[in-house]
Nanobody, 117 residues
Framework: VQLQAYGGGLVQAGESLRLSCAVSIGLLQLSRMGWYRQTPGNAREWVAELNFGGISNYPHFLKGRFTISRNHAKNTIDLQMSNLQPGDTGVYYC????????????WGQGTQVTVSS
């Protein structure tokens, strides 16, 4: 399974950005889809997840600013980010887990998001 994250860039504080992760297999073959980020000087942290049934979860510290979704037409997992702040600066990674007995986890290569104040 290959994942290609894209959509990162430089934005100003308060602006929005949409990341996408192109997946090489059908989204219905995934039991879990997620986005993580690694901000400067910190460990990688989870920011959004979506399960096969369409249930999403987010860490409380994001306060509803991020939304994860899946686009079956484009075969992507998207992350809509709003009211971005300098603290959101980092590399964003997509992550998936496949369904079935041979379930495995895969990571994309990451896309850089930089938020200026």
């Amino acid at each position: 399974v290959q994942l290609q994250a894209y959509g990162g860039g430089l934005v100003q504080a308060g602006e929005s950005l949409r990341l996408s992760c192109a997946v090489s297999i059908g989204l219905l073959q995934l039991s879990r889809m997620g986005w993580y980020r690694q901000t400067p000087g910190n460990a990688r942290e989870w920011v959004a997840e979506l399960n096969f049934g369409g249930i999403s979860n987010y860490p409380h510290f994001l306060k509803g600013r991020f939304t994860i979704s899946r686009n079956h037409a484009k075969n992507t997992i998207d992350l809509q980010m709003s009211n971005l702040q300098p603290g959101d600066t980092g590399v964003y990674y997509c992550n998936v887990k496949t369904r079935g007995d041979a379930s495995a986890e895969y990571w994309g290569q990451g896309t850089q998001v930089t938020v200026s104040s």
